[in-house]
Nanobody
Framework: QVQLVESGGGLVQPGGSLRLSCAASGFTFRNNAMSWYRQAPGKERELVATITTTGGRTNYADSVKGRFTISRDNAKNTTYLQMNSLKPEDTAVYYC???????????WGQGTQVTVSS
């Protein structure tokens, strides 16, 4: 059974940093590219960042480029999202899953809430 468990969210002031983690199980993690998504209240879920199976290539949404870094540890079946210089518009629930174009994992995890506010 697939399980995706996101953690690391919280309340942070603008300009602050957070590191999110996504622990995966129930599938061969090292064979799957992974992505982080986010969904703000009243908005559709959007793609934030993607990393290839070995971590050799990454892609980012324009809105987070230069501030966020996606990484993975295949030995720990975990992917990470380091978020720096956070802005109020980064406030959302963050999820991990397969990238667009790949079969999504079901169920989605519960996500982790990130709130950027002074």
């Amino acid at each position: 059974q697939v399980q995706l468990v996101e953690s690391g969210g919280g309340l942070v002031q603008p300009g602050g940093s957070l590191r999110l983690s996504c622990a995966a199980s129930g599938f061969t993690f090292r064979n799957n590219a992974m992505s982080w998504y986010r969904q703000a209240p009243g908005k559709e879920r959007e793609l934030v960042a993607t990393i290839t199976t070995t971590g050799g290539r990454t892609n980012y949404a324009d809105s987070v480029k230069g501030r966020f870094t996606i990484s993975r540890d295949n030995a720990k079946n975990t992917t990470y999202l380091q978020m720096n210089s956070l802005k109020p518009e980064d406030t959302a629930v963050y999820y991990c899953n397969a990238p667009p174009g790949w079969n999504p994992f079901h169920p989605w995890g519960q996500g982790t809430q990130v709130t950027v506010s002074s």
